[in-house]
């Protein structure tokens, strides 16, 4: 029987799926079927008894808390019992401050009236007055006396430090120098605003008593801490100390310090006529 293929067809490849449409004496091929390599039952029931990673992690440290759930509970209630004492002594605190305010402002309110700096923090003596020398004296002495109370009782409190420093300036006001240096010894160990007041009115009470030596080491160190406007004014003191100290040369280099400086100061006039009048050798 003849061939019925068309000799020009190529031969399939071995192993090829043979094309729907080619077909031998009339008949049509089926495609072949996949093989698929076949898996034991227990290789599958392996595969299924593999946790995954989560799984596996979590269940891990649920039983390193299980097997530790004493020293857990423990570690709780320790933090518990920090964040507890603490809000217990932030309340303290601010109450602390609240009652020390209120016995400030009481003792601040007997001193007399005066032009003076403020001290920050609405602490001033701008105070009204008008009464008599003996009144004042008698109203300063019991204001100092309740100052005193609060730096006492508040110790270690801004209002404690705000207290030592008002007391110092009443008694400087009052030519009380010994007393006043006592109160700026203590406060001017503080920091910020009251603590640089303390430190400048300390070095002004050594100046009246005839202490400039101690007094130059305190503008010294006031200008080396100090920034812009305050750093001038303690340059300006710093020269005035010198000057008390017996040290015109060393009192004109400061304020020759202060012109390179603080050109655009509006003390450069004051400093001026003071290089003039006390540092001319």
Request: proline share 4%; aromatic share 6%; hydrophobic share 40%.
């Amino acid at each position: 029987m003849a061939d019925e293929r068309n000799l020009g067809d190529e031969p399939a490849a071995p192993g090829a799926a043979p094309d729907e449409e080619s077909s031998i004496g009339g008949g049509v091929f089926a495609p072949r079927p996949v093989i698929k390599k076949r898996r034991s039952r227990k290789e599958r029931h392996e595969d299924l008894a593999q946790p995954d990673e989560f799984v596996e992690v979590g269940g891990t440290i649920v039983d390193w808390l299980v097997s530790r759930s004493k020293v857990v509970g423990i570690a709780i209630a320790a933090v518990l019992v920090s964040l507890l004492v603490g809000a217990v002594n932030l309340k303290m605190t601010t109450s602390t401050e609240a009652e020390a305010s209120g016995k400030l402002f009481q003792a601040r309110q007997l001193l007399p009236a005066k032009t003076s700096t403020p001290l920050g923090g609405g602490l001033s003596f701008d105070l009204s007055g008008g009464e008599d020398a003996a009144t004042k004296l008698a109203k300063t002495e019991e204001s100092v006396k309740q100052l005193e109370a609060v730096a006492q009782e508040f110790r270690g409190t801004p209002q404690a430090t705000q207290a030592q420093v008002l007391a110092g300036q009443a008694l400087y006001d009052l030519g009380e120098y010994e007393r006043a240096l006592v109160f700026l010894d203590a406060g001017a160990k503080a920091r910020g605003i009251a603590g640089d007041r303390a430190r400048n009115l300390r070095g002004f009470t050594l100046l009246a008593l005839d202490r400039a030596p101690e007094a130059v080491t305190v503008f010294a160190e006031l200008r080396e801490q100090s920034l812009g406007a305050s750093r001038a004014y303690a340059t300006m003191n710093l020269a005035a100390a010198h000057e008390a100290a017996g040290d015109s040369e060393k009192a004109r280099g400061v304020y020759e310090l202060f012109e390179t400086e603080f050109p655009d100061s509006d003390l450069l006039s004051e400093v001026q006529v003071r290089a003039s009048a006390n540092a001319t050798p």
